[in-house]
């Protein structure tokens, strides 16, 4: 269980990575989605440190996520 939690969390960090990359964040017009957008990735941030931390929030804030992850995969 604790490596498959540290293996979400290495996870989470590779995603916030991709998406800055990502070009499409560019903050012209602020709209709701990209306030959204800068939220999700806030949050992987955090569910990333406390999953590697292996402690019980960084699980709670992933289901939070998991709704948000498919909506914008």
């Given amino acids: 269980m604790k490596k498959l939690l540290l293996l979400f969390g290495l996870l989470d960090f590779i995603t916030l990575i991709i998406g800055y990359k990502d070009k499409s964040m ?20 955090i569910s990333g440190f406390y999953l590697i931390r292996q402690k019980k929030i960084g699980i709670l804030i992933s289901y939070f996520q998991f709704p948000l992850r498919i909506i914008f995969a």
């Fill in 26 to 45: 560019l903050i012209t017009d602020f709209t709701m989605m990209q306030l959204i957008n800068i939220l999700i990735y806030v949050s992987l941030l």
